[in-house]
């Protein structure tokens, strides 16, 4: 993917994970006045919801942890700034499933 302006192109490209899982790590995520992290989780089962528990890690100290339950066959996008605590300020996450349904998860950032 590519993108950019008048003077300047960025782009990336990843491969994305090639089975499920039940936790889910991520080292970064930052919410400012620039960037706005968004946590996405997709649950492949054709009949069972994932029972997903995340949980951020602040830099500097404190947890904040939030329940999530993923539909069956279907995806959850979760933005982290609406968290309550959560608005700003740099983190690592970890997603936990506590039903045994594999899930995909992914972080995204973008710029408002």
Do not use: K
């Amino acid at each position: 993917m590519l993108y950019g302006g008048p003077s300047w192109t960025i782009g990336h490209a990843g491969v994305g994970a090639d089975q499920v899982g039940t936790t889910w790590r991520f080292v970064e995520g930052e919410n400012n006045g620039y960037l706005t992290t968004y946590l996405l989780l997709a649950n492949p089962h054709p009949t069972t919801a994932a029972q997903a528990t995340v949980t951020f890690y602040r830099v500097g100290g404190g947890e904040v942890t939030t329940a999530v339950t993923v539909p069956a066959h279907g995806r959850v996008s979760l933005p982290v700034a609406g968290i309550e605590w959560m608005a700003s300020g740099a983190f690592r996450t970890v997603v936990t499933v506590s039903n045994g349904v594999g899930i995909v998860a992914e972080r995204a950032a973008c710029v408002p």
